[in-house]
């Protein structure tokens, strides 16, 4: 169920940045398809709870996709937003950790997979290739199998780059698509339109305090297969 101002997941807020637990559904920034972004649920949010009077300030620091959950960082103010562009740029100290469901085992318990990925914007989609080609970009990722069940398998995946649709793309190249994933090689869609992947945990040094390490983790979705395989991580 998308996030309204009354349902905002909140995982952590200060004066100046706020986490959220984004729902599927929800697009982080407003887009062509003029349904309410995220970032206007999340102004609406402060606005209620502070009873701030006039515009509040809100910078977008980065993006999940539509279909994907879990964390979403803002910056509330403009002292915070430049110094966490630059923060989010330095990836080493940033660190960002997906889960994914996929239907089928990995070829390896754990694996770099890298590959040269070129975009098509008209059908906003990614093709993770083996070898670079005309206009691609190399992408990195590490993942872990770490759950298992009859079915399906629950990987968890540590981005090195930050391409259009890359955990989907590269999993699908190596025959895991994550579950719902129609459009990288899915059978079918989930109920919801929702995918099983979902920022997990974040971890990056306050904007402003900077002798201060944060970091945040993101409850699954309220569904019996995240929840099954949740458990199989915290049980093993």
């Known amino acids: 169920m998308p996030s309204t101002a009354q349902n905002l997941d909140v995982v952590y807020q200060d004066n100046h940045l706020i986490v959220i637990n984004k729902q599927s559904g929800d697009i982080v920034q407003g887009d062509k398809t003029g349904d309410t972004p995220l970032s206007d649920i999340v102004k609406s949010y402060i606005k209620e709870k502070y009873q701030k009077p006039g515009a509040v300030y809100l910078g977008v620091v980065h993006r999940l996709d539509r279909p994907t959950t879990g964390l979403v960082l803002f910056a509330r ?25 996929v239907k089928q085992r990995p070829p390896k318990i754990e694996d770099t997979l890298i590959h040269w990925m070129t975009r098509n914007p008209q059908k906003n989609k990614s093709t993770a290739h083996s070898k670079e080609c005309n206009g691609s970009k190399k992408a990195s990722l590490h993942y872990r199998l770490i759950a298992t069940s009859d079915r399906y398998s629950l990987l968890e995946v540590t981005l090195h780059t930050g391409r259009h649709h890359q955990i989907r793309a590269q999993l699908a190249a190596i025959g895991c698509p994550i579950k719902g994933d129609l459009k990288y090689g899915y059978d079918r869609s989930n109920p ?8 997990r ?3 990056l040094i306050h904007p402003v305090r900077s002798e201060e390490r944060l970091e945040f983790t993101a409850n699954v979705p309220k569904d019996t297969l995240w929840k099954a395989l949740e458990e199989a991580v915290t049980t093993n």
């Open 77 to 101: 103010t403009s002292k915070a937003l430049p110094r966490l562009n630059k923060l989010f740029a330095e990836k080493e100290v940033v660190t960002k950790t997906y889960w994914a469901v």
């Open 192 to 199: 919801d339109g929702s995918i099983h992947l979902h920022a």
């Open 201 to 203: 945990y974040l971890s």
